[in-house]
């Protein structure tokens, strides 16, 4: 059984799009995080969510939005794409202090 | 601010021969240090972790790490590197904060050489 799961694997849209990224964890965990790694393959937290509420918001564009319905749960929705929006972006859950990712989407505007 | 520096880019060892992947944390107060390993295209699996107690950690695939608190470091050791070993290894350490988020080093690619 996957523990963290991300739905798509792979995300190829254009400039403009809007699109979403879905991720769900049958861990049990409270906390659920979204990080963004870039082409340089630097890792950097975007947001994270406790119990279905917003604890983190790192200087995001306001075209990210996360939205997580219940605690299993966080959904990553973009705006009006953008070419520098392409990455990899993870999903993560954390307990007692160890974090475990999912596979990641792989995201490439053109 | 709390970071981490893992200051190689990449390290390069024989298979067979022991593999160090350096990292130095910058924390106020006791730090919360991680250490991952990504495989192409794949997602980040834990190693190990040092919360407290013994300064020599032991983590998967026979992975180690040291907690030197003097020198502000956690660098990653394995007695003998595998040629699956080699991956993209990233140090983390969790902010001070109480949200849990990890801070990431810039990651050092291990390369073993058969």
């Known amino acids: 059984d996957t523990a963290v799961s991300q739905t798509p694997k792979y995300l190829v849209t254009q400039m403009g799009n809007d699109k979403s990224i879905k991720c769900e964890q049958n861990l049990g965990h409270d906390t659920m995080y979204w990080y963004k790694q870039d082409s340089k393959k630097f890792l950097k937290i975007m947001f994270s969510y406790n119990n279905k509420e917003l604890i983190i918001n790192e200087t995001v564009p306001n075209r990210f939005s996360p939205k997580s319905p219940d605690k299993a749960h966080l959904n990553l929705h973009i705006n009006s794409l953008e070419l520098g929006d392409s990455a990899v972006y993870f999903c993560?859950?954390?307990?007692?202090?160890?974090?475990?990712f999912g596979p990641g989407t792989r995201l490439t505007v053109l | 601010a709390q970071s981490v520096a893992q200051p190689e880019d990449q390290v390069n060892v024989a298979e067979g021969n022991p593999l160090t992947v350096k990292c130095t944390y910058s924390v106020s107060g006791n730090p919360y240090l991680f250490w991952y390993v990504q495989y192409p295209n794949r997602g980040l699996q834990f190693l190990l972790k040092y919360i407290t107690g013994d300064n020599l950690v032991k983590g998967s695939y026979g992975f180690e790490a040291e907690f030197n608190k003097s020198q502000t470091s956690f660098h990653l050791k394995k007695p003998s590197a595998l040629v699956s070993d080699s991956a993209l290894y990233f140090c983390a350490v969790r902010d001070m904060d109480n949200t849990g988020k990890l801070i990431f080093g810039q990651g050092t690619t291990l390369q073993v050489k058969p």
């Open positions: 993560a859950s954390t307990l007692n202090n160890e974090q475990f």
